[in-house]
């Protein structure tokens, strides 16, 4: 019982009581004492959470009630047409009343509807028997009427309760929609990847094949999840007078059920929802395919019934879809400013995940050959929320097409230099560095873009025709151009040449921050560079670091301080900067005596801020703290005073709390800034 409900408490309150810790060692003497006494051995025992009954193939189970499928909805009018006629048929059968004189039109009612409006979860289907309040079975949505017998695969999901809380009804039989978060779905094709195994195209794929498991040991090992949505037969002990009503019983019975799910009003009230659902969509821990609109009171419900297999009252309103076909027009492989080469394809645009998509990286030679994706294939390109478009699959090719493997070059394809092909790190790396031409277009870039120097006016096509015209060679090369040399040059003007000349000019006046930054050495990120330019008052001082004073920096481990060691090792490095600074280039050396330094409000703090803050950019709340006496870091480490949490916060504050770190919110940050001002 212990177990259940930590179970129940973790997985459908979110409110853990038991530590992971004590839940295992619990599991495990749970496990002890039915392997000394099997027959004490509950049949519904939470040890059946780790799986091990093994079928060699699944029976058939028929469903009590058959489960339907829903009607789509895939543009506002379609929606607007779904409420009008559910109005149209409540208003016949004489449950509504409208004021309205006009037939067609009865705003009043179309306003007024209650709906609840869900989350259509991108997931499988399961129908779950209960009878009295005990799990009996679970099947696949199969046909309709009958599916595939899941239970012992089921029974391994932590969310699905042995046991329903509260009184149950004699029977009852629950459905839901069994998913995988996309952390879930990572980890799950990490650990596949690395062990060899197929790996998954996209979450839903993946919750599929978990379930469909003959050995549900295995399926016990997947982070399987489940949302309860809907019911199907039930004794006459089961009463409810809405879907709301339902759902309130299903989160009593201790079924877990979206916290999205909101009952609204009108056809107004699922426009907003929707969008409401579109712009988090990109934010969720899971994949939606949509929201499902039923309508709430079951007796509407039942005047409307059903036409084939959809019912009535409900339908589903689709998002744009996250997967699409295209065809590959290409492959590239493109040279980065750290000689990193990243093979890319280039495909017939296509509107995916709401955006176009002509380009998608391909990663690595291994993900080539992985995918074995060829030029003239039909691919799949997947873009869910905010990450990047990836190709999962390739179409089936005909034979005919005759198309060829993808040979990945041995060369850099800008200097011809030989590859470096890292085994372990997958990086593939042109050894051309500095006659590498690529590498330098892009250290070029990297250096004016707008956090480094923020050189306006100086991107991708400029730098190319400065190149080309061998103006420059390397950044330092900046500072010698005049107006004159640059009007030779296409698209140049006096005036667009002039404003160029005093953009890399004014790029002068820096902080040391942005130079260290803007020098490209690898690893060398802004938080990196802001660190070097607390502890260092000079290039000279960098230059003459060894690895163990590198070290010693916050945030500086020995990756880092190797890649800068090695940096200013390279004469021809020191000569560029030392041409920089020859140049003009300078920052001020903010000489904080030490007695100022230390009667600033936050001196000794050392805080990380993580995810996004509502009243200002984190940069901002982060140039504040600074401002304050604070350090800022980037990663949570012992040394970590406070960490500042926004909106969505990502593994830094699960850190914190593991380390016993105080963590502020927005507001309680805003009121210690306060309080440290006023103090
Ligand atoms: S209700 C009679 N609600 O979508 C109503 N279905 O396209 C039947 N689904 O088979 C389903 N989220 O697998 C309902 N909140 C939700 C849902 C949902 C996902 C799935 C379910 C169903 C399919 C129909």
């Given at each position: ?6 179970n129940?408490r973790?997985y ?6 038991l ?32 799986g091990?009954?093994?079928a060699?193939?699944?029976?058939s ?7 339907l499928?829903?009607g ?6 379609e ?9 149209r ?18 705003d ?13 979860l ?34 391994t ?18 459905r ?5 978060s996309?952390d ?7 650990m ?5 195994d197929?790996v ?18 295995v ?12 019911v ?6 089961f ?23 909101k009952?609204v009003?009108g ?16 934010k969720?821990?899971?994949d ?6 039923k ?23 689709k ?14 492989v ?6 990193a ?23 690595n ?6 995918l ?15 990450v ?5 699959k390739?179409?089936?090719r005909?034979k005919?097409?005759?198309l060829?493997?993808f040979?990945?070059p ?21 050894t ?9 277009k ?5 250096f ?5 120097m923020?050189i ?9 025709q400065?190149l ?34 005093v ?13 260290i930054?803007?020098?490209g ?8 560079a802001?660190?070097?330019?607390l ?5 000279k001082?960098i230059?003459?670091?060894s ?15 190797e ?10 490095n ?5 041409r ?8 001020p ?7 100022v330094?230390?009667?600033l409000p ?5 805080v990380?801020?993580?995810?996004a803050?509502?009243?200002m ?14 350090k800022?870091?980037?990663?949570v ?9 926004g909106?969505?916060p ?8 593991q ?21």
């Amino acid at each position: 019982m212990e177990l259940e409900d930590a179970n129940y408490r973790y997985y459908v309150l979110d409110d853990p009581s038991l530590t992971d810790i004590e839940f295992d060692r619990r599991m495990r003497e749970l496990s002890q004492l039915e392997l000394n006494d099997p027959e004490l051995k509950n049949p519904n025992s939470p040890t059946n959470k780790v799986g091990g009954a093994v079928a060699d193939r699944f029976s058939s189970i028929q469903h009590l009630q058959a489960m339907l499928s829903l009607g789509n909805a895939f543009s506002v009018e379609e929606l607007r047409a779904f409420v009008n006629r559910v109005c149209r048929r409540l208003l016949d059968a004489g449950l509504v009343k409208t004021t309205s004189t006009k037939d067609t039109l009865f705003d009043d009612l179309t306003t007024e509807l209650e709906f609840v409006a869900e989350p259509k979860l991108d997931g499988l289907a399961v129908n779950i028997l209960y009878r009295d309040g005990v799990f009996e079975s679970a099947a696949t949505r199969g046909d309709g009427v009958s599916g595939e017998d899941i239970s012992q695969n089921v029974k391994t999901i932590r969310a699905v309760p042995m046991k329903l809380k509260g009184a149950a009804p004699e029977y009852i039989e629950v459905r839901g929609e069994v998913f995988l978060s996309h952390d879930g779905f990572a980890k799950l094709n990490s650990m596949q990847l690395s062990l060899g195994d197929k790996v998954f195209v996209n979450p839903r794929n993946a919750a599929a094949g978990s379930l469909r498991q003959l050995d549900s040991a295995v399926t016990a090992s997947r982070p399987l999840d489940i949302y309860f949505y809907g019911v199907g037969a039930h004794s006459d002990d089961f009463t409810f007078i809405s879907q709301h009503d339902l759902l309130g019983k299903f989160r009593d019975f201790g079924l877990r059920v979206s916290p999205l799910v909101k009952q609204v009003k009108g056809f107004g009230g699922l426009q907003a929802y929707y969008q409401e659902l579109a712009l988090l969509r990109a934010k969720l821990k899971h994949d939606i395919d949509g929201v499902v609109y039923k309508v709430n009171l079951i007796s509407q419900q039942q005047a409307l019934g059903y036409v084939a297999r959809a019912p009535r009252w409900a339908v589903a309103h689709k998002f744009p879809a996250q997967e699409e076909r295209t065809k590959v027009l290409g492959i590239d492989v493109q040279v980065g400013r750290t000689g990193a080469i990243t093979p890319v394809a280039r495909l017939t645009p296509v509107f995916v995940g709401g955006v176009t998509v002509s380009n998608v990286t391909l990663h690595n030679r291994d993900e080539i050959e992985r995918l074995d994706v060829r030029v003239g294939d039909e691919v799949i390109v997947r873009r869910a929320g905010d990450v990047i478009p990836q190709i999962v699959k390739v179409a089936p090719r005909l034979k005919s097409q005759n198309l060829m493997p993808f040979k990945f070059p041995e060369c850099c394809p800008d200097c011809g230099s030989p590859l470096h092909f890292d085994g372990q790190l997958v990086i593939i790396r042109c050894t051309g560095n500095l006659v590498c031409g690529a590498q330098q277009k892009e250290r070029i870039k990297h250096f004016a873009s707008r956090r480094a120097m923020d050189i306006e006016g100086l991107g991708d096509k400029v730098v190319e025709q400065l190149l080309v015209a061998q103006l420059i060679v390397d950044i330092a090369d900046l500072y010698t151009l005049d107006v004159d040399s640059l009007k030779v040059l296409e698209r140049f003007a006096e005036k667009s040449a002039q404003n160029l000349i005093v953009a890399i000019s004014e790029s002068r006046n820096t902080t040391f921050a942005r130079l260290i930054y803007a020098l490209g050495i690898m690893h060398v990120g802004e938080v990196t560079a802001r660190q070097f330019s607390l502890e260092f008052t000079s290039i000279k001082d960098i230059q003459a670091a060894s690895i163990e004073e590198l070290i010693a920096i916050d945030d500086v481990g020995l990756v880092v301080a190797e890649s800068i060691y090695e940096f200013f090792a390279l004469p021809a490095n020191n000569k560029v900067v030392s041409r920089l600074l020859g140049a003009g280039v300078t920052w001020p050396v903010t000489e904080i005596s030490e007695s100022v330094q230390r009667t600033l409000p936050l001196v000794g703090e050392v805080v990380v801020v993580t995810g996004a803050l509502s009243k200002m950019a984190r940069s901002e709340a982060q140039q504040l703290l600074r401002d304050l006496g604070a350090k800022v870091t980037g990663s949570v480490s012992k040394k970590t005073t406070r960490v500042i949490v926004g909106d969505a916060p990502g593994s830094k504050a699960t850190k914190a709390q593991q380390l016993g770190i105080p963590i502020l919110s927005e507001s309680e940050f805003s009121d210690w800034l306060k309080q440290k001002q006023a103090g």
